[in-house]
């Protein structure tokens, strides 16, 4: 069979069609955050940035916004770091290497929903498994509330996305140590210097998009863990774990203010494309050559 | 030639898709019904509706919830674009109040006065639910249940016990509270779960209706009241804080079975809570009147809300659809729902001594005789909108335990989301 120009264009055209209606919604969507649309029926009056004033005003939209960054910096700097941490001591094992990356690499293969039920179950203060060891090692847990606490919620919650993120840092970091010129490690080491010095001064450097793969990656994630909030605690307590997405949800579906919620998503694709388009346009520029 | 089969295999297809869908509208006599009545217990009770429906209209077919996904917690987002897209069902589940409202405003609701009118409706249902269901002189729905939801449920061992009486009042709460603290300090006075906001909101409704009595209820749950100075508010607001240090610390984990089953376990003593909770002890093997026991604060009101059942604007079958909501009226159809729901009928004219139960008898006799309200979350007393920010206050109330700020945001909640403006419907 030979083949047309035509013929590709004839195979594009559903993929097409959902890029344009994707698009499309981000328009509908920064239409809908400009009107005054309460209720169940679409009110198309502009009401210019009264959405934003209303949601800036907010006390509860910058806990959300605190939260998010929240996210991203105590969720992605640890995981980068044990992450490559245990790729680079797990390279040095001669054996076991591949049941080892499997066993952290498992809790990737769950959902952030059963994620979010294994460890709301374990936090549990008064049932959970955490306070009940605890209570056995002879521990006064009556004021350890994990999940419960407004404090410490939101802790404990990125410390769940970090266990099921930990293994896709370190499977990252394990191809990219994998593919370092054997030379320069071997070379380092006849010159005497010690396994941190190897791992941070050399290794780490060199696998520079190693990291940014991840840490984009990651940070993406954090705008996207609305499961693990709705599992774990549905933003309680109070407000104290919720992030941008949940509480879009909540003015959208249970607010039924669908200008604010609108409005919060807008802020969202600013916040997402302030982390997302510098990654893009470095990547471009690297692996691309236009 | 193998082009032209292929093309005629294609048409041939098509055209039987184009046939099975018209065939599908075209088949006479359903009935669509949208409800999330789904869990054991639950669904025995719509069942016996439809039995009585189908005896009615023998050639009906019911179709329940038709679309993939319409069950449950989904209904509702399925329903809201079925609606929106002008493919309403014949009818759904719907509660009363602001709740429906927006369904009215709208335009997605037709009255039924006729159907009130027809089965004399209003005199023979208490006067509540004729202003919570009464739009500018239009009713659109006919409620099939009452859930009473100012009961009190106690572990009956611990309260004997500890010696106290069944609260009737506040003040004998807040009593009861810290004797079993003072007693017991293991114990939780009061059960509560958060994990769903909206029970935060329950406690809410009793302090305010305790406090300033159900004239005030009414006026600060539809916003006639001035949040920020008024004094009885406060008052509700620093009685609510008063019980924060006797509630279950770790409510934000639990969900409202779990927080009930903490008084099975002894983990907690009383535990505020509608009557669906009733169904959920039997279930979990807890003796009446043995293990549990319940007690209405304040005994003299009856607070609570009801499911009901709308007409949609361009139901496709309106005949049928009409036709089961004057079943709904009826009150054999009221019993055999309600006797397996585990509520009551919102009927009089239905004896309270078909109750296995003394609980429900209760409520049906207080429902009957005694000045009654609608609780404001799922009652629709709040709207929506300022419900959801309700129970965030709240919930965060429940850990701060700051009155002023809890008042301050309250306040400025019921401004942003016009909640006196849109609560006018209720006063008309």
């Known amino acids: 069979m030979r083949y047309y120009k035509s013929h590709g264009i004839v195979f594009l055209i559903p993929i097409l069609v959902i890029v344009i209606l994707f698009y499309g919604m981000i328009i509908w969507d920064v239409f809908a955050a400009f009107t005054r649309w309460q209720g169940l029926l679409p009110t198309w009056q502009f009401s210019g940035f009264y959405n934003f004033i209303r949601l800036f005003q907010m006390d509860r939209f910058w806990v959300n916004l605190r939260n998010n960054i929240l996210w991203l910096a105590i969720f992605i700097v640890p995981t980068v770091i044990v992450g490559f941490s245990i790729a680079y001591l797990i390279t040095n094992f001669k054996r076991g290497e591949t049941i080892l990356w499997q066993i952290f690499l498992f809790p990737m293969a769950l959902s952030f929903i059963i994620t979010g039920v294994l460890w709301a179950w374990m936090y549990d203060p008064s049932t959970g498994v955490i306070n009940s060891i605890l209570k056995i090692v002879g521990v006064n847990t009556s004021r350890i509330g994990w999940i419960a606490l407004p404090k410490t919620a939101i802790y404990c919650m990125i410390f ?128 691309v050559r236009i | 030639m193998k082009k032209f089969y292929l093309i005629l295999t294609m048409v041939i297809f098509l055209i039987a898709m184009v046939l099975s869908s018209t065939s599908f ?96 409706f209003e005199g023979r249902i208490n006067p509540m639910w004729v202003k919570t269901l009464k739009f500018d002189g239009k009713v659109y729905s006919v409620p ?75 006026k600060a749950n539809t916003g006639r009241i001035d949040f920020l100075n008024d004094p009885t508010f406060r008052t509700a607001m620093e009685r609510y804080g008063a ?68 007409l949609p604007k361009g139901a496709p079958h309106p005949n049928l659809a009409k036709d089961w909501i004057l079943m709904c009226t009826t009150p054999e159809a009221q019993k055999a729902f309600n006797l397996i729901k585990g509520s009551v009928t919102i009927v009089n004219d239905v004896p309270a001594d078909v109750y296995p139960d003394p609980y429900r008898k209760r409520s049906a006799v207080d429902l009957a005789n005694l000045r009654a309200v609608c609780d404001g979350f799922h009652g629709g007393m709040i709207t929506p909108a300022f419900g959801s920010e309700l129970v965030d206050i709240l919930t965060n109330f429940l850990v701060d335990q700051n009155v002023d700020a809890a008042i301050k945001s309250i306040a400025e909640a019921a401004e942003r989301t016009n909640l006196t403006e849109a609560c006018n419907w209720f006063w008309e």
């Open chain 2, 243 to 310: 019980l924060i240090p006797y509630i279950y610390p770790w409510h934000a984990t639990k969900s409202w079975d779990e927080a009930g089953a903490l008084l099975k376990t002894g983990e907690a003593a009383m535990y505020w809570m509608g009557d669906w909770i009733l169904g959920y002890y039997l279930n979990i093997g807890m003796e009446p009147e043995v293990d549990f026991s319940v007690t209405a604060i304040p005994k003299d009101v009856w607070m609570g809300h009801a499911d009901t059942f709308p």
């Open chain 2, 144 to 218: 099939i249940n009452a859930h009473r939801t100012n009961w009190l449920w106690y572990n009956k061992k611990i309260l004997d016990e500890v010696g106290v009486k069944p609260p009737e009042t506040y003040e004998e709460l807040l009593d009861a509270c810290k004797k079993i603290k003072e007693a017991k300090p293991d114990i939780a006075p009061l059960a509560l779960g958060t994990r769903e906001k909206v029970w935060s909101s329950y406690l809410y409704d009793m302090v305010l209706l305790n406090t300033g009595g159900p004239d005030f209820y009414e």
């Open chain 1, 160 to 287: 769940s996305a970090f266990w099921q993120y930990l293994g896709f840092a370190l499977v990252i970091y394990l191809g990219a140590i994998k593919s370092l010129p054997l030379e320069m490690v071997e070379a380092a080491r006849v010159d005497g210097a010690s396994h941190f010095t190897i791992s941070f001064r050399i290794i780490f450097p060199n696998v520079g998009h190693a990291t940014l793969i991840s840490t984009t990656m990651l940070a993406i994630t954090t705008v996207k863990a609305f499961d693990l909030v709705w599992i774990m605690t549905r933003g309680g307590p109070g407000v104290s774990t919720e992030i941008l997405p949940y509480l879009m949800y909540r003015l959208t579906f249970d607010s039924r203010d669908i200008g604010m919620g609108a409005a919060t998503s807008i802020v969202m694709l600013i916040f997402s494309s302030i982390i997302v388009i510098p990654y893009s346009l470095w990547a471009l520029k690297k692996w």
């Open chain 2, 25 to 120: 509208t075209q088949e006479q006599e359903e009935f669509v019904i949208f409800h999330y009545w789904t869990a054991g217990g639950e669904k025995e009770a719509i069942d016996a509706l439809f039995k009585i429906f189908q005896e009615r209209n023998p050639n009906a077919k019911i179709v329940e919830n038709p679309v993939a996904g319409g069950g449950g917690e989904t209904m509702l987002a399925v329903l809201m674009s079925n609606l929106a897209s002008g493919l309403p069902p014949d009818s759904f589940q719907d509660h009363q109040g602001n709740q429906q409202k927006d369904y009215i405003d709208a335009g997605y609701l037709e009255s039924v006065n006729d159907i009130w009118e027809q089965a004399n």
